[in-house]
């Protein structure tokens, strides 16, 4: 059982799960596992996804990532679910105000 533990909580260990900003959703993130992957490796990805902070869904040609005028990114189905009748989103992480408008689509290549 240990071992099967340890090969899972490897395959998910990144260096985000050690850092400030850890996930609430990880369960390397979150203890007792956490101390228990200290010795393990972290997980090689070859394939990143973009996930919305605020809703959790992936940021794709679906939903795109948009940029905030402070640097912070969000889904855009998440900024415009949020949005204020005024056309005003609130930043979740700074608390600053900005207009929709003023969010700028981000391309990654």
Known sequence: ?????????????????????????CPVCNEPLNSLATPLPFSHCTQSRLICRISGQPM??????????????????ALTEMMASEGIVTCPRTNEKFWLDQAQKVYVM
């Open 1 to 25: 059982m240990s071992t099967v533990l340890q090969s899972g909580l490897s395959a998910i260990k990144t260096h985000q799960c050690y850092s400030s900003e850890k996930s609430g959703d």
């Open 60 to 77: 794709n040609e679906h939903n795109a990532p948009m940029m905030l005028p402070n640097g912070n990114v969000y889904g855009e189905k």
